[in-house]
């Protein structure tokens, strides 16, 4: 099978770059163009040790990255920056794959929404493909086991390293602010919280916070059932659900967030069950950099290329 050729747009960030190692040691993909305007002309080499080649980065307008006539591109850019980018390739390249790792299509219905352990059976060959949002691949997984039992809506703590923020300068990535500290954020009506509760078709009460290490995400789960149950029982359904899942692991102790770091997948545990049996507290950890971002969009090319959905993730 020929090798599928791959450009990333927005190249300079964490994610950018964890995409670029993604892509070195994949079999079958090759990196054909990364696009960063503050990295231009700079080799890739020079910044991620585990790429060889001669590739430089470039500063590609928009037409530029449709008239590539690449098998996919990537856009590993902030809200709000994809629509120029996107009608470039309708118009030059329909049949090239987009992943776009922004919330921009989220919420269009014309787009595949890429997570694939709860929505794989939805993928019919869609060439648009949303990534979702690292708390909100957290959140998912680990509401959907309960989904139809639940009384309530979830609330959700959330708390995310710092690279969360991204690389542009802001007080959620200031490593002097965030020393000793833990900093609350938008904490209603988060584009997250919105996220969740239209893939869910539940309301859903999220409460993001930046903690002070560089990646990784914890989230804390609160679930009202309509019935009571015991631990035991929760924890099974869990394991039966995810069984087979190589990215998620079910495990009896809370997941600790410093574990998740640098790994690929979901750990989910602490399952703890209230007097009376009826709210159940969980927690799940995963890096936002690799299965909240990178990773999960490694999943979807796969899928898109009709490949194996773990090839070339490390499990």
Same mark, same amino acid.
């Given at each position: +099978?020929?090798?599928?050729? %791959?450009?990333?747009?927005?190249?300079?960030?964490?994610?950018?770059?964890?995409?670029?190692?993604?892509?070195?040691?994949?079999?079958?993909?090759?990196? *054909?163009?990364?696009? @960063?305007?503050?990295?231009?002309?700079?080799?890739?080499?020079?910044?991620?040790?585990?790429?060889?080649?001669?590739?430089? &980065?470039?500063?590609?307008?928009?037409?530029? #990255?449709?008239?590539?006539?690449? /098998?996919?591109?990537?856009? =590993?850019?902030?809200?709000?920056? =994809? *629509?120029?980018? #996107?009608?470039?390739?309708? $118009?030059? $390249?329909?049949?090239? #794959?987009?992943?776009?790792?922004?919330?921009?299509?989220?919420?269009?219905?014309?787009?595949?929404?890429?997570?694939?352990?709860?929505?794989?059976?939805?993928?019919?060959?869609?060439?648009?493909?949303?990534?979702?949002?690292?708390?909100?691949?957290? +959140?998912?997984? *680990?509401? =959907?086991?309960?989904?139809?039992?639940?009384?309530?809506?979830?609330?959700?703590?959330?708390? @995310?390293?710092?690279?969360?923020?991204?690389?542009?300068?802001? /007080?959620?990535?200031?490593?002097?602010?965030?020393?000793?500290?833990?900093?609350?954020?938008?904490?209603? /009506?988060? +584009?997250?919280?919105?996220? %969740? @509760?239209?893939?869910?078709?539940?309301?859903?009460?999220?409460?993001?916070? #930046?903690?002070?290490?560089?990646?990784?995400?914890?989230?804390?789960?609160?679930?009202?059932?309509?019935?009571?149950?015991?631990?035991?029982?929760? !924890?099974?359904? &869990?394991?039966? !659900?995810?069984?087979?899942?190589?990215?998620? !692991?079910?495990?009896?102790?809370?997941?600790?967030? @410093?574990?998740?770091?640098?790994?690929?997948?979901?750990?989910?545990?602490?399952?703890?069950? $209230?007097?009376?049996?009826? !709210?159940?507290?969980?927690? $799940?950890?995963? /890096?936002?950099?690799?299965?909240?971002? =990178?990773?999960?969009?490694?999943?979807?090319?796969?899928?898109?290329?009709?490949?194996?959905?773990?090839?070339?993730?490390?499990?």
């Amino acid at each position: +099978m020929s090798r599928k050729t %791959v450009g990333i747009v927005g190249a300079r960030g964490h994610t950018g770059a964890e995409l670029i190692r993604l892509i070195a040691r994949h079999p079958q993909l090759e990196l *054909a163009f990364v696009s @960063s305007r503050e990295l231009d002309g700079k080799p890739v080499s020079g910044q991620i040790a585990e790429f060889a080649g001669d590739l430089r &980065y470039q500063n590609l307008e928009h037409e530029q #990255v449709g008239g590539k006539g690449v /098998d996919a591109v990537i856009l =590993a850019l902030p809200n709000g920056k =994809a *629509a120029g980018l #996107v009608a470039a390739i309708d $118009a030059q $390249a329909p049949d090239t #794959v987009v992943v776009d790792l922004s919330a921009d299509h989220r919420f269009d219905e014309r787009w595949y929404y890429g997570l694939p352990e709860l929505t794989r059976e939805r993928y019919a060959g869609q060439k648009r493909i949303s990534n979702p949002g690292c708390y909100a691949t957290a +959140m998912q997984l *680990a509401i =959907a086991p309960l989904l139809d039992r639940l009384a309530g809506p979830p609330q959700c703590f959330g708390v @995310s390293g710092y690279s969360g923020a991204g690389t542009t300068p802001s /007080d959620k990535n200031n490593v002097e602010l965030l020393r000793d500290n833990l900093m609350p954020y938008a904490l209603v /009506d988060h +584009m997250h919280e919105r996220e %969740v @509760s239209r893939q869910l078709g539940i309301p859903v009460e999220f409460m993001p916070h #930046v903690a002070p290490h560089f990646r990784g995400i914890t989230m804390t789960v609160n679930l009202w059932l309509q019935q009571p149950a015991k631990v035991e029982a929760i !924890r099974e359904l &869990y394991r039966q !659900r995810y069984a087979g899942e190589p990215l998620i !692991r079910v495990t009896d102790d809370a997941p600790w967030v @410093s574990r998740i770091a640098g790994r690929h997948g979901v750990e989910i545990g602490g399952f703890t069950v $209230a007097p009376g049996g009826k !709210r159940v507290v969980l927690v $799940a950890t995963l /890096d936002n950099l690799l299965k909240g971002a =990178a990773t999960q969009a490694m999943q979807n090319l796969n899928l898109a290329f009709a490949l194996d959905e773990f090839l070339g993730i490390p499990l």
